[in-house]
């Protein structure tokens, strides 16, 4: 069973999400149209021991926006990529049943990306891609 925090994150895009591990794919889409509370971001930050600062740096929005959009909704593509977010860190969580193992291997170098750092990566979605490809290489085996 994933720790509390990723189902807390959940619960909060999603509204009634009871005991799933990932909510459907039109309930994402719902979520995002309407806007995730600015919140959200903080929690992220919190459950995966990231720095607000690289948050920003992923979403692409400056300190001063970030600070701004906690106490409001976020817009579409906000939430849309925070979203995608919440969904790499959850597949990490799954290939190394683990958060701490996870979020380790999240802010280190990883050769099969070109030494490049995963969550460096989830300012794009194509980095979003790469690393959701790499953690599926990683979970059969293919390359850590």
Same mark, same amino acid.
């Given at each position: 069973?994933?720790?509390?925090a990723?189902?807390?994150? %959940?619960?909060d895009?999603i ?5 799933? &591990? ?9 979520a995002?149209?309407e806007?995730?509370?600015?919140a959200?971001? %903080? ?7 990231i720095?607000?600062? /690289?948050?920003?740096d ?6 001063k ?6 106490? @409001? @909704?976020?817009?579409? /593509? ?11 860190f959850?597949?990490t ?11 380790? %291997?999240? @802010? ?14 989830l300012?794009?979605? &194509?980095?979003? &891609?790469l690393?959701?490809n790499?953690?599926?290489?990683i &979970? ?5």
């Amino acid at each position: 069973m994933p720790p509390l925090a990723l189902h807390n994150i %959940w619960a909060d895009i999603i509204p009634n999400v009871h005991d799933t &591990e990932i909510p459907d794919s039109m309930q994402l889409v719902r979520a995002a149209r309407e806007g995730l509370p600015g919140a959200t971001l %903080w929690k992220v930050a919190e459950a995966y021991q990231i720095p607000k600062g /690289d948050i920003y740096d992923i979403l692409n929005i400056s300190p001063k926006t970030g600070q701004r959009v906690v106490s @409001k @909704k976020l817009n579409k /593509d906000l939430s849309g990529h925070l979203i995608q977010m919440v969904k790499v860190f959850y597949r990490t969580y799954e290939v190394f049943n683990n958060i701490d193992k996870g979020v380790k %291997w999240l @802010k280190s170098p990883c050769l099969a990306l070109g030494g490049q750092i995963p969550t460096q990566l989830l300012d794009t979605p &194509e980095g979003v &891609e790469l690393v959701m490809n790499t953690l599926g290489r990683i &979970e059969y085996g293919v390359f850590s």
